[in-house]
């Protein structure tokens, strides 16, 4: 968000919450156990449930304690929730504190049409699935078992068919970036409600694969064609923080009337994308949509992960343990933790970060910057774009104070 000549246009969303008080979204890892091999798990995910997971009544503790912060979303994820039996009395609990409850599961056997029916019983406002290609041989390989894409699609379907919001996953990597247009057009085509974009974290089984990691320009490409994918569905990142840069750059380019590809440094994979967009989008005869601004958050400013014992850490990529919800109330470990309390402090960021005129609005990963350099204040590693190198962008006055609140 900026202002500009006396006026004021919204270009990023920030919710009206106090971030050093409440997060918008709180992320909590029900279970390690997952039936699936995904390439690059956060969780390193394994077959079985872990004998420190969070009991039910330790569950039923903690969702007491998130409802202290009014009604932030609630996301629950894994591994795979369904492998606790508890997950729907946990969905029904969380329900009745007035929490809007997600959920974020694998699609195996467990994924049945008897746990659909339970999840919209329970109360449940949507589902994640997880889409990394257009194919069977792309999303399968990735996610190391046979047969999911198919059962991903059936699945989807079904979950539209009985009224369960559905956001469709897909994290970017050296194996599906090029695929990006495919997959769009299954998102289009099927009506998720939300394209959510995640760009790789080397943490968990993508530790130290940096050949599956695209590159800073990539990055850069695929954010523009992310911007011009937003005409026609919504779209989210996680930890691509500078999408919400390049959205901004885009908006105010495109109200001056000039061309971003002048201003912005544009590659080859953009293009490659762009065309293919412009192909499905013709394809699928796909009406325009108000175009969605992207959400301020950032890790531990807004957002904070819960893992399966308990621990709580500023982003479920960011292995920098800011208390337990054994010890401490997770109101306490927000509001106080000296980690998290630091991460909201932009004045803390270094090198370009630190200057850039768009650090209010994006503040680059901290995830990132930590599995690169591990300082989580360092400069985001995959952004290419240098503060103050464009006159359009230097005198923006970018910062949640002069932005009216949503």
């Known amino acids: 968000m900026f202002e500009e000549d006396n006026g004021k246009r919204k270009h990023v969303r920030f919710p009206r919450v106090d971030f050093s008080v409440s997060p918008f979204i709180v992320i909590w890892e029900t279970t390690f156990a997952c039936d699936l091999a995904c390439k690059h798990c956060r969780a390193s995910a394994v077959p079985f449930r872990a004998k420190d997971e969070l009991s039910y009544d330790e569950s039923e503790e903690l969702l007491e304690e998130i409802s202290k912060f009014g009604r932030p979303l609630l996301v629950l994820t894994g591994g795979d929730p369904f492998k606790r039996e508890d997950i729907f009395d946990i969905i029904k609990f969380a329900v009745s504190k007035n929490l809007p409850v997600s959920i974020s599961p694998s699609v195996t056997p467990l994924f049945t049409d008897d746990v659909i029916l339970k999840l919209k019983e329970a109360g449940i406002k949507a589902v994640s699935l997880s889409l990394d290609g257009p194919d069977e041989q792309t999303h399968d390989s990735f996610r190391g078992v046979d047969g999911v894409f198919r059962r991903t699609l059936e699945i989807w379907q079904k979950l539209v068919k009985s009224g369960i919001k559905v956001q469709i996953n897909t994290t ?210 995959l952004c290419i774009w240098k503060p103050g190198s464009s006159q359009v962008f230097r005198n923006l006055h970018i910062s949640q104070e002069n932005i009216q609140e949503i």
């Open 172 to 381: 970017v990597s050296r194996f599906n970036v090029e695929k990006l247009p495919e997959i769009f057009f299954l998102v289009a085509q099927n009506r998720a409600m939300t394209w959510s974009v995640f760009f790789l974290v080397e943490v968990g089984r993508a530790f130290g694969k940096q050949d599956i990691q695209i590159t800073p320009q990539e990055f850069e490409d695929i954010a523009n064609f992310l911007y011009d994918a937003g005409e026609y569905i919504w779209v989210k990142t996680t930890e691509g923080h500078h999408f919400k840069r390049v959205f901004i750059q885009r908006e105010v380019l495109s109200e001056k009337g000039l061309d971003f590809r002048e201003h912005m440094k544009i590659g080859d994979l953009y293009f490659y994308l762009s065309e293919k967009l412009m192909f499905y989008a013709y394809k699928g005869n796909f009406r325009k949509v108000r175009r969605r601004t992207p959400m301020n958050v950032n890790a531990g400013r807004g957002f904070i992960f819960i893992s399966k014992n308990g621990d709580v850490f500023p982003s479920g990529f960011l292995p920098l343990k800011a208390g337990s919800v054994r010890q401490k109330s997770i109101v306490e470990i927000y509001r106080n933790s000296e980690i998290l309390r630091s991460l909201r402090n932009y004045e803390l960021l270094k090198g370009k970060c630190k200057v850039c005129e768009f650090r209010e609005v994006c503040g680059g990963s901290r995830s990132r910057a930590y599995a690169y350099t591990k300082d989580p204040f360092e400069s985001e590693p």
